[in-house]
């Protein structure tokens, strides 16, 4: 072992001889070693090149070995000259070199067993950073610097609230006046929410489906294209020592016909090479060799997916091999290959193999990543119970950075469907987030506030994601989400036409572009309550392609449109066609509603129609044939129970009108339809007054006038202003021949409007 570290010192000292004079200057004079005293660890920064000095940790000892004498003899006087800390280190020992070896070592000695050391090396500041910290007192300290940070933030919150109310104007003092005036705001909310701009139906009468976009799990991030690189971008395959024996000579051919691309004569080169040295020698080297030449000439044939065998072959040395640089390389391209292949238990695998490999070798960074990998797998296997457990781990919370934690916590917690959870984890911490936010907290945010109707503060957020994360595929999910919040808000038509035409040209998403495309057609076609020709043409955008494959609930957007499309036309007999083709039954309750509810509107514009063409035989045909597939499956409609009504005793058909008028009379006490009513009403009259004209009529046509005043009076009763009583009065009189009575109440106003209506 000793040999080993020494001829790998020696080719260290070849590259540090080289750069001697640049840097020997400014190591002597800027310091070597800085110490950082933190109430949770302490911290050595050596600055040095990473070269310079080899880590190797055994038991309670952590040994710095160097080549370099300056570098050694710089850091032995300034450590010398650091403050003590007993908590984490004993003592420091020094080596110097000697004939025999020329290895120089500095020795650091742990205070106890409690003590764990993690080291990396920061290429940006060209330092090996040394962490030293405690298990147990230290986490104990993180708890208290965290409620110290809480309480500050929260007097800060007191503050900042105290100073907006210093400053607000006057009128906000309402919110002090009695609870009579208090009890008026739900009124104005109603009021709001049922307001339509001028020329438009309210948002219920366009495509008014909408569901929840599932959270979004924070990624894992890959420098590269593996579709273009191979892992020698990160460990490059180098000269070998040719010189020093036939043996190396040998694999320095290899190499050269690796790289001059002869692959062919290279294979048959480490052919001859294992039958003469043996199967086993520099097996992982020549493997490694041989994978890379797979994946370049694959990638140079034009086939830019790598080949399975190289990947397998890949994964077996990294399972194997001794050298650490070679495996960090290989673990990181397969992280890449499974990433994009959405091969998560192999990367979830993959990840702990690292993990565990990374810390072993001390080498902080990547057991950082590792972390990462793991939780980002566990989450796209939807495993959020484990992935909460994971990021609650005292190692993991250490390793991995505070805005990635929040990221997952906010994850877990939307998966979870707490949304109120999820806005309180970034309520709390947004002052510290640092931008550009990490995208997945953003959206899953935007989408908490969206579900729980704060559509001002999803606005902001959703605009936030787009402005620092537009390269994003879910960009094109706040972007529909924007239009959307627009028209719900019932905002400025052209503002919204404008961010619904965004969210159709901008998207990468093939199914979100058709949601953007079905919403805007309904927008512009079906709520526009006078479209013109240009806004019909927008009908074009519900031609969606064929190899968009829609999920179930696009295609009820889409079915939804199209059926309110042929209503808004008054084309009832084809919405009535197109819906008889739908397959409502499949539906889930709360969609079918919707559809039969359109419907039952559709059977009423086609039973006005023929009331109106006295078709009374039509009428009562229609209405018995779809009464039970629409017209009783939502809330009562007076009127068309009325004209219905009207229609059987037109026809003398009474035994009918009896079932009726008893079904009628059942839903007097029950919700009136308001939604839909794509059919304006002749008249909105109560139900119950309703029934007595119902039964005004039915005395008239068989000649029971006493019956018939008698109901008149319950009418007037009910209602004293209303114009069919005149009406019904003068038929009467004139039938008992009381002309005088009946011209008088015939002539009445009312009983006009009552005449002309007829």
């Given at each position: 072992m000793r040999k080993r570290l020494i001829k790998v010192l020696t080719l260290s000292q070849l590259i540090l001889e080289i750069g001697a004079i640049i840097f020997s200057c400014s190591e002597a004079f800027a310091g070597v070693v800085q110490q950082e005293q933190a109430k949770t660890h302490l911290r050595w920064n050596i600055f040095t090149a990473k070269e310079n000095v080899i880590v190797e940790k055994r038991g309670q000892r952590i040994l710095l070995k160097t080549l370099n004498t300056q570098f050694f003899d710089e850091a032995k006087k300034e450590i010398s000259s650091l403050a003590k800390n007993r908590r984490y280190i004993k003592d420091v020992r020094f080596q110097e070199p000697t004939k025999s070896n020329n290895v120089s070592t500095i020795e650091v000695q742990l205070a106890d067993d409690n003590v764990e050391v993690f080291n990396f090396y920061r290429d940006r500041d060209q330092k090996h950073v040394f962490d030293f910290w405690k298990e147990g007192t230290d986490e104990q300290a993180f708890k208290e610097i965290e409620k110290q940070a809480k309480k500050k933030a929260a007097k800060a919150k007191v503050a900042k609230v105290t100073k907006e109310k210093k400053f607000l104007p006057p009128v906000l003092k309402r919110d002090n006046t009695p609870a009579k005036k208090a009890k008026t705001?739900?009124?104005?909310?109603?009021?709001?929410?049922?307001?339509?701009?001028?020329?438009?139906?309210?948002?219920?009468?366009?495509?008014?489906?909408?569901?929840?976009?599932?959270?979004?799990?924070?990624?894992?991030?890959?420098?590269?294209?593996?579709?273009?690189?191979?892992?020698?971008?990160?460990?490059?395959?180098?000269?070998?020592?040719?010189?020093?024996?036939?043996?190396?000579?040998?694999?320095?051919?290899?190499?050269?016909?690796?790289?001059?691309?002869?692959?062919?004569?290279?294979?048959?080169?480490?052919?001859?090479?294992?039958?003469?040295?043996?199967?086993?020698?520099?097996?992982?080297?020549?493997?490694?060799?041989?994978?890379?030449?797979?994946?370049?000439?694959?990638?140079?044939?034009g086939n830019l997916e790598p080949l399975k065998m190289a990947i397998n072959m890949l994964d077996s040395i990294a399972k194997r091999t001794k050298n650490y640089d070679m495996q960090k390389a290989i673990y990181k391209y397969l992280f890449a290959y499974h990433k994009k292949n959405k091969?998560?238990?192999?990367?979830?695998?993959?990840?702990?193999?690292?993990?565990?490999?990374?810390?072993?070798?001390?080498?902080?960074?990547?057991?950082?990543?590792?972390?990462?990998?793991?939780?980002?797998?566990?989450?796209?296997?939807?495993?959020?119970?484990?992935?909460?457990?994971?990021?609650?781990?005292?190692?993991?919370?250490?390793?991995?950075?505070?805005?990635?934690?929040?990221?997952?916590?906010?994850?877990?917690?939307?998966?979870?469907?707490?949304?109120?959870?999820?806005?309180?984890?970034?309520?709390?911490?947004?002052?510290?987030?640092?931008?550009?936010?990490?995208?997945?907290?953003?959206?899953?945010?935007?989408?908490?506030?969206?579900?729980?109707?704060?559509?001002?503060?999803?606005?902001?957020?959703?605009?936030?994601?787009?402005?620092?994360?537009?390269?994003?595929?879910?960009?094109?999910?706040?972007?529909?989400?924007?239009?959307?919040?627009?028209?719900?808000?019932?905002?400025?038509?052209?503002?919204?036409?404008?961010?619904?035409?965004?969210?159709?040209?901008?998207?990468?998403?093939?199914?979100?572009s058709a949601e953007a495309r079905i919403r805007y057609a309904a927008l512009r076609s079906v709520r526009k309550i006078d479209p013109k020709v240009e806004d019909l043409e927008n009908r074009a955008f519900m031609d969606i392609d064929e190899n968009v494959n829609l999920t179930n609930k696009h295609k009820n957007l889409l079915w939804l449109v199209r059926l309110r499309s042929f209503i808004v036309d008054g084309n009832y007999q084809k919405a009535l066609a197109y819906l008889s083709a739908l397959p409502l039954t499949g539906l889930k309750p709360v969609d079918r509603r919707v559809f039969q509810a359109d419907g039952a509107e559709v059977v009423y514009g086609i039973i006005q129609g023929l009331y109106e063409d006295s078709e009374y035989s039509k009428v009562v045909k229609e209405w018995n044939r779809f009464k039970e597939n629409y017209v009783r499956k939502v809330a009562n409609d007076p009127y068309m129970n009325f004209i219905v009504g009207k229609s059987y005793l037109n026809l003398g058909l009474y035994e009918g009108f009896e079932e009726l008028y008893k079904d009628f009379k059942k839903l007097a006490d029950s919700p009136v339809r308001s939604f839909p009513l794509w059919v304006k009403r002749r008249r909105n009259d109560d139900t119950s007054e309703m029934l007595v004209e119902l039964n005004v009529i039915k005395n008239i046509k068989l000649k029971n006038w006493e019956l018939a005043n008698r109901a008149l009076q319950e009418i007037l009763n009910m209602n004293n202003k209303n114009n069919q009583i005149p009406y019904y009065q003068g038929l009467i009189a004139y039938a008992q021949k009381d002309y005088e009575r009946a011209a008088k109440s015939l002539l009445t106003q009312k009983a006009r409007c009552r005449l002309g209506r007829n």
């Open positions: 705001a739900p009124k104005k909310v109603v009021k709001k929410r049922e307001s339509k701009i001028k020329g438009y139906r309210d948002f219920r009468y366009g495509a008014s489906f909408i569901w929840d976009y599932p959270a979004f799990s924070p990624d894992l991030k890959i420098s590269f294209d593996i579709r273009t690189k191979t892992p020698e971008h990160f460990y490059p395959i180098q000269n070998r020592p040719y010189s020093k024996s036939e043996k190396e000579a040998h694999l320095q051919l290899a190499v050269n016909l690796y790289r001059k691309k002869k692959y062919g004569l290279m294979y048959k080169s480490i052919k001859l090479f294992q039958e003469k040295y043996g199967p086993e020698t520099d097996v992982d080297f020549l493997e490694y060799l041989k994978a890379n030449a797979i994946l370049r000439d694959n990638i140079a044939g091969e998560y238990i192999q990367g979830l695998s993959l990840a702990k193999r690292f993990y565990v490999t990374s810390k072993e070798n001390f080498d902080y960074e990547e057991s950082q990543y590792a972390a990462d990998a793991i939780v980002y797998n566990l989450a796209q296997l939807n495993q959020v119970e484990r992935v909460s457990e994971v990021i609650r781990e005292k190692t993991i919370r250490k390793i991995l950075s505070k805005s990635k934690l929040l990221a997952y916590e906010i994850y877990v917690n939307h998966k979870l469907g707490k949304l109120d959870k999820v806005i309180e984890l970034y309520e709390t911490n947004k002052a510290g987030l640092a931008k550009p936010v990490e995208a997945s907290i953003l959206y899953n945010v935007a989408e908490a506030y969206f579900r729980g109707a704060k559509y001002n503060k999803a606005i902001r957020l959703y605009d936030e994601f787009i402005s620092q994360h537009s390269y994003h595929t879910n960009s094109s999910h706040a972007r529909l989400r924007l239009a959307l919040i627009f028209e719900v808000m019932e905002k400025d038509i052209n503002q919204t036409i404008v961010l619904y035409k965004n969210a159709i040209n901008r998207s990468q998403d093939p199914l979100i």
